[in-house]
């Protein structure tokens, strides 16, 4: 239950940045741009968890493509 809390207190800040400032916050979330077959994406660090998604500045949307371990995620 712990992890499901962090996962939407992250993904509200991050929504908040996107919709209000029309950032992507790289230094107060812990994410990366994604490079190689994974151009145009982002992930959010959440411990061993991560989140991939594409964001959307023009319109402040945010669409996840998976969730899921640091292993599986990239296959």
Do not use: A, H
């Amino acid at each position: 239950m712990k992890i499901l809390r962090k996962f939407i207190l992250q993904l509200n800040q991050l929504l908040l940045f996107v919709e209000e400032q029309g950032i992507i916050p790289f230094t107060d979330l812990d994410i990366k741009k994604m490079k190689g077959d994974w151009e145009g994406f982002y992930r959010l660090r959440i411990g061993k968890m991560r989140i991939i998604f594409t964001v959307n500045i023009d319109s402040g949307e945010i669409e996840i493509y998976t969730i899921g371990m640091r292993g599986d995620v990239y296959k």
